[in-house]
């Protein structure tokens, strides 16, 4: 019943201008955490490392969507190989990747386009809201899909790029911290036109 009471059919155009705010306070985190424990499929999860949490509002302050970043995935070979670059220089540079680690429209509301607007809009968004926080910029934005529920069609729309699929296993903080995990695509967005400088600083 909540959902058909809130349930919003719009074009993008009757939504825009979007709004980004940061789930900073104890009672935002917990509305947000409430809000992806009941509709995201994989439920909360954990943040790891540095994170910022997202709401998305249209232009009539109604609730629209919530994004996470964190820290990035430890060693990830599709991802590794498409930067080109060695353990040492990940080991140093990693903490220049973010990892979007959620992304969920409110099932209650239908726009085409949406997702992909969001998307793009996160990359204007995210570093400065990073650097406010943590005192510097990422240079590259990460997702992993699941290939057996979905497609990535946003992230493509979204001009994400697609390096490849995990092999279903994970490292995250060490080569001792292992996770289980389905086979997952691989997209990466940069952030800056000097990304790669910034990850292996000595090829430039």
Known sequence: ???????????????????????????????????????????????????VRYFVWDSNDRLLALLS?????WKVAARDQWIGWTPGERRKHLHLIVNNTRFLILPWVRCPHLASHILALCARTLPMDWEFKYAYRPALMESFVDCARFRGTCYKAANWMLTGITRGRGKR??????????????YVYPLHPQWRSSLIPSSF
């Open 1 to 51: 019943m909540r959902d058909v009471l809130l349930r919003l059919h719009a074009s993008l155009r009757n939504l825009r201008p979007l709004r980004f705010t940061v789930a900073a306070e104890r009672c935002d985190i917990a509305l947000f955490d409430q809000l992806l424990d009941q509709f995201h499929y994989l439920g909360v999860g954990q943040l790891i490392g540095a994170s």
């Open 69 to 73: 970043f964190a820290s990035a995935a």
């Open 173 to 186: 903080n060490g080569p001792l911290q292992r996770y289980a995990s389905s086979a997952k695509l691989v």
